[in-house]
């Protein structure tokens, strides 16, 4: 026979109001958590989620919407928002959408709201503010990671993209690059527009005004970097160097060089862009700028859970978190 709360509470020798607080995710003594803990585990007791909706209207389930999940990013993000809402005691409902439809993340949202998620995580591409309507008049929460909505609102997780392209554009200057090539993302994303502002701010700090044809701004895939870096070397008075701002960029941009034969750093200076295990793997070793992906993950998971709770009924908060250089050898000085 099944063991019952019940079971649980006269093992764990308290209350049973004790054990369906801590069930919940309410705070507990920590002595009383052990002790629930350990007698959760010798009795094998399974906590009936579905009665447990029904008593708190919770479903224990988070919506995670991300565009392309085929892209590394958004596997690798997703990955660790799993692993911290499990954590907590959460399962996920996963769904990816076309940031080219223009319906696509409100159609995902509706089903997300339909399945009577606690809350949802969202990366934002392409998305409206009157895209997000249906979650405001539900009142489910929701975080966004990687980019927000312009007069949301809504937290979110960021990086600090103006920063972290100032300093990578900086690294090619102060090497005496003076054509700088930037594969960028989409226009009109403020993740792709933070990474152009600190392009050009490396290139004000020294007085220059960088070329506009030297910005080339596609879809993040790979086809899109191979694309991208051709039309870059095609161009007259070619880019000395470029700055690849995200992984399946850069994969395309390297395919597209070893094709062609062109050899990194001799031919070329390059940085690429969350490619730490093709960095690892390339000779030379890649200088490659890194995001938090966990940390962007876990912050976006515990903000979340804290609306869900109550805990936090705040104005919209906004979390800008550093992202780092990993230095390789694919910077050198241009030829003359």
Do not use: W
């Not at 339909?114 to 405001?136: A, E, F, T, Y």
């Not at 290139?203 to 790979?222: M, T």
């Not at 086809?223 to 161009?235: A, N, V």
Request: contains cysteine; hydrophobic residues 40%; glycine residues 8%.
């Amino acid at each position: 026979m099944a063991a019952t709360i019940k079971d649980v509470a006269k093992r764990a020798g308290v209350s049973i109001a004790t054990v369906s607080k801590m069930l919940n995710g309410g705070n507990v003594l920590s002595d009383n958590r052990e002790a629930i803990e350990q007698a959760i585990s010798e009795l094998n007791y399974r906590v009936n989620t579905v009665a447990r909706g029904m008593k708190t209207r919770r479903t224990m389930t988070v919506g995670v919407l991300i565009p392309s999940l085929a892209d590394y990013y958004g596997l690798s993000v997703l990955s660790h928002i799993d692993k911290a809402l499990f954590a907590n005691g959460y399962s996920t409902i996963i769904c990816d959408y076309d940031e080219s439809d223009p319906e696509g993340a409100s159609k995902k949202l509706e089903l997300l709201l339909n399945k009577q998620v606690d809350g949802i995580i969202m990366q934002p591409i392409n998305v409206r503010k009157r895209d997000l309507s249906q979650v405001v008049a539900q009142g489910t929460p929701l975080v966004f990671i990687d980019v927000g909505v312009s007069g949301s609102s809504f937290d979110s997780v960021i990086i600090d993209n103006t920063e972290i392209s100032k300093k990578i554009t900086s690294m090619f200057i102060k090497k005496g690059h003076r054509r700088i090539g930037l594969l960028v993302g989409a226009p009109g994303v403020s993740t792709t527009e933070d990474r152009i502002s600190g392009y050009i701010a490396a290139h004000k700090k020294i007085d220059i005004q960088p070329r506009e044809d030297l910005i080339y701004k596609v879809d993040i895939s790979e086809k899109s970097g191979y694309q991208g870096m051709k039309y870059l070397l095609e161009l007259n008075n070619r880019p000395t160097a470029v700055f690849t701002a995200g992984h399946d960029l850069t994969v395309g941009a390297l395919t597209y060089l070893n094709e062609i034969g062109m050899s990194i750093p001799r031919d070329i200076s390059f940085v690429g862009f969350e490619t730490q295990t093709i960095s690892r793997i390339y000779h030379p070793k890649l200088t490659i700028g890194l995001q938090p992906v966990e940390q962007i993950a876990e912050t976006a998971a515990m903000m979340l859970i804290e609306r869900i709770h109550g805990e936090y009924n705040g104005v919209a908060r906004k979390i800008k978190l550093p992202a780092v250089v990993d230095v390789g050898a694919s910077i050198v000085a241009p030829e003359q």
